[in-house]
């Protein structure tokens, strides 16, 4: 059967990123949870595809309910949480956090945590919210997603160095950026993702870059 208009964002994306790795079932419960709150074609993808990487766990779709402590720690006492309500979809092998926001109906807002340095897209709500979550797929580039240090993007060398990712760890800087450390491949190591991500929150202020 030909591919659909609709279902071509998600083939040019696995063509782009690959076949996912360690994929979590997602109970209907959770899709029941943010059914109205996040488009009906995420929700889809959950139900086909699960909570997974790709890239070899250079990206990640996650439960944003899991990762509900770290929106908070994050966003929590800002003027995000007036702005709109946020739920995080994706995050990078490196900590960058991608918002959803439910008002405006796309990824407005992300974090790279490890910077402590949000930014912040400035555009109408979405009039089609299902095209918004095939477009965030779709038009995802591994070069977008990857570290960029001085020394050049630092998944690969990562992966070569330290190993794949399990779905609850990250590669964080030790010493944290916010403490002085570098961000070189040296200073990496596999952290537990959420612990991680809260942790580095109550390191720095955030700074926001708005376009």
Known sequence: MACSE??????HFLKTFGPA???REVPA?????????????????????????????LLWTVDPQ????????????TSFMQEDTFHIIARSAFGKLYFWGEKSGGNKLNIIASDSFALVRAFLPAKDLDQSARVFFGAKSRDAVDYEAEQGPLFAPALARLGRLQDDEIYGFVPALALGGAPVLKNLQKVKAVEHLVMLAQLAPL???RT
């Not at 609709?6 to 083939?11: A, D, G, H, L, P």
């Not at 899709?31 to 766990?57: F, N």
Request: charged share 30%; proline share 4%.
């Open 207 to 209: 700074k926001v870059m």
């Open 66 to 77: 899991e990762y509900e402590p770290v929106a908070k720690a994050w966003i929590g006492n």
């Open 6 to 11: 609709q279902c071509r964002y998600f083939e």
């Open 29 to 57: 419960a959770s899709i029941e949870r943010y059914r109205d709150k996040l488009p009906d074609q995420l929700l889809a993808y959950w139900a086909e595809h699960g909570w997974c990487g790709y890239a070899d766990g």
């Open 21 to 23: 790795i360690g994929k």
